[in-house]
């Protein structure tokens, strides 16, 4: 019988706990998130035939999210600035790492930037300092190439350009 004593004794505990009675405990929200808004960047709009940096709240901080921002701006009038893009649409990038020659180490790397713009008509040298001085606010693009496609030909390439090369006035 002392076993039988024993055993519903340690019932008895385990069901007391630890002696502390729950309380009525209301569950009212969730668990407390820090959210943490997109990061803001800028582009390169126009203020009549000056480019103007102007600040973006964007996806990311690549320049993928930074050309998609600059071509979104096409559909709205940004504080009087606007864009010598209209009637073209983003179509992506391609980064290529430049190869360092065997006898020559040159420092740092840097990277040509292709990007792809799909549209007809005439993409003008402002919508080309555009998209190249845009592009050019990560160090690591030493040149931009632009490649337009098109729905019913073959893809032609507009040139390779820096932002300095290109010329253009900068407020």
Excluded: W
Excluded at 26 to 55: F, N
Excluded at 98 to 110: A, F
Aim: with cysteine; proline share 6%.
């Amino acid at each position: 019988m002392s076993l039988a004593r024993a055993t519903a004794g340690l019932l008895l505990l385990a069901a007391a706990g630890c002696g502390i009675t729950p309380t009525g405990v209301v569950d009212v929200a969730g668990p407390p998130v820090v959210r943490i808004p997109p990061p803001s960047k800028t582009i390169y709009l126009l203020r009549e035939t000056r480019l103007v940096k102007q600040a973006v709240n964007v996806e990311n901080d690549t320049v993928d999210s930074l050309l998609t921002a600059l071509f979104q701006a096409n559909n709205r009038e940004l504080f009087g600035l606007q864009t010598a893009l209209r009637g073209f649409a983003y179509e992506g990038v391609q980064d290529s790492l430049d190869s360092v020659p065997r006898d020559e180490v040159r420092l740092p790397r840097t990277s040509k930037l292709t990007v792809y713009v799909m549209g007809e008509g005439r993409l003008s040298r402002l919508g080309k300092a555009q998209i190249v001085c845009t592009a050019q606010q990560d160090a690591a693009f030493k040149q931009v190439k632009i490649i337009r496609q098109f729905s019913h030909r073959a893809p032609r390439e507009e040139g390779a350009y820096t932002c300095e090369n290109l010329n253009p006035v900068r407020e």
